[in-house]
């Protein structure tokens, strides 16, 4: 029997095609949407919406769906109470100083559960968004068309949402060249609030964001949640995370050089509970039963497909823990990889190897493998920098860094945690929704073992 985070949680029936509004907002990963359209069917959906406006059959203002490339096509349905509640958490969270509206800059495609809310949250605030070349053009994101769009904001308040690649494009431009450089630091740094989502962010990443003094937040959600709802480890406002343990949980790693289980943290699989929530999927009664829930009171709980670790936060000159833990996301409970025997989290793996200096970015896969059942495999990108590493031209670098992250992933994880299959890429495939093609990677790294 499934454990749950409160006792008699019964499965949530599916929504069906009746519940959409009119003029519902339809989106899916592999059909481009235009964000004009989109605002203006938005603008009659969420104008004058309040936050707190109950509704316990609102009918459905937007449906984010999947290509279905691998499987059934989930349409994840959200009402326009999930779409205000969203927005109110995350000004909440950002509190306000001034008399400033929040105004959003779209840098991702509109059919992207963070582009849409750029749009919806937009509407909610009563401000016009601030759409980017490389939305509605066939021109791809790069400085020149930030700071092009930066250049039309008007409110001192304002906010973006980036993937992390969109970002190290930003910052790997500013260090090329320090004429642009000084534009693209000025314009991240005019912003209240620096969104990242999508896939993680590494370690070098935020540091590198945080040293120029970024307000930059890395998001945790998705479209069943409304977008983010866990901002850098820290629980939105009306927004309840619990963590239930389960059989097959990737290892959760040391807080403070001490095993977790020596602190007051739990570990376990992400249930979330809010007003955030999606109503589930469009006719779709198994996937939806499998994932929300309500309990006799009525709360709603999404079932996530991560593991995560939730555990105490000293208090700023205090020896006290905060009441408020943090959550850090352990990986996708399909992300434990078991090679030899050995259950290894993909996520541990691609953080250990993105701690090196010389790697931006990786991506970890399992690959079917004879003898070890499931082969590690790693994807990494470079930092580019005149001491960057390995080119087709220094063959021997090349192995010399790829001995180097495979005997640094052994020292912190364990030997069976070393990658058998180790590939350099310039540069990630991208989904449309840029995010890293992990299909179109797995591919790669996929060849690059049955070649070596």
Request: include cysteine.
């Amino acid at each position: 029997m499934m454990n749950t985070p409160v006792p008699g949680l019964m499965p949530s029936p599916a929504p069906q095609e009746v519940a959409l509004h009119p003029q519902a907002v339809q989106v899916r990963a592999d059909q481009p949407a235009d964000p004009h359209a989109m605002l203006g069917a938005f603008e009659q959906l969420l104008g004058g919406y309040a936050a707190d406006a109950g509704a316990a059959a609102e009918p459905i203002a937007l449906v984010v769906g999947t290509s279905g490339s691998t499987g059934t096509p989930k349409r994840t349905a959200l009402t326009a109470r999930a779409l205000a509640a969203s927005a109110a958490a995350t000004e909440q969270f950002f509190g306000s100083n001034s008399d400033a509206a929040s105004q959003w800059l779209l840098a991702l495609p509109a059919h992207y559960i963070a582009g849409a809310q750029v749009l919806a949250r937009s509407v909610l605030a009563g401000t016009a968004p601030v759409i980017a070349r490389s939305v509605i053009e066939p021109v791809h994101f790069s400085p020149e068309v930030f700071l092009q769009a930066v250049e039309r904001m008007s409110s001192a308040r304002r906010f973006i949402s980036l993937v992390p690649t969109q970002l190290h494009k930003l910052l790997e431009s500013a260090d090329a060249d320090s004429h642009l450089g000084a534009d693209i630091h000025e314009a991240l740094s005019s912003f209240t609030g620096i969104l990242l989502g999508g896939a993680p962010a590494s370690a070098d990443l935020l540091a590198a964001a945080s040293a120029l003094g970024l307000n930059t937040v890395t998001t945790y959600g998705s479209a069943e949640t409304a977008g983010g709802c866990v901002y850098s480890g820290s629980v939105l406002p009306g927004v309840r995370v619990e963590l239930v343990p389960e059989e097959g949980m990737p290892t959760a790693p040391n807080i403070g050089g001490k095993p977790a289980h020596e602190e007051s943290a739990q570990v376990g699989r992400i249930w979330i509970s809010g007003a955030h929530l999606a109503s589930g999927y469009i006719g779709d009664a198994a996937r939806t039963a499998e994932h929300f829930f309500t309990a006799a009171d009525g709360t709603r709980w999404y079932r996530t497909d991560d593991y995560g670790l939730l555990s105490p936060v000293a208090a700023p000159d205090s020896n006290e823990n905060c009441s408020e833990p943090r959550l850090q996301v352990l990986g996708r409970s399909d992300d434990v990889l078991i090679s030899g025997g050995v259950k290894i989290s993909a996520r541990a793996v691609a953080t250990v190897l993105e701690e090196h200096p010389a790697v931006r970015e990786a991506c970890v896969v399992g690959l079917p493998d004879a003898r070890w059942g499931t082969a590690i495999a790693a994807a990494v990108t470079l930092v580019p920098s005149a001491d960057a590493a390995p080119t087709e031209n220094s063959p021997a670098l090349t192995e010399e860094l790829c001995a180097k992250l495979r005997a640094r992933c052994a020292e912190k994880l364990g030997a069976p945690a070393a990658p058998k299959q180790l590939s350099i890429l310039p540069d990630f495939p991208l989904t449309s929704t840029g995010k890293p093609d992990r299909a179109e990677i797995y591919s790669i790294l996929d060849r690059d073992y049955r070649q070596g």
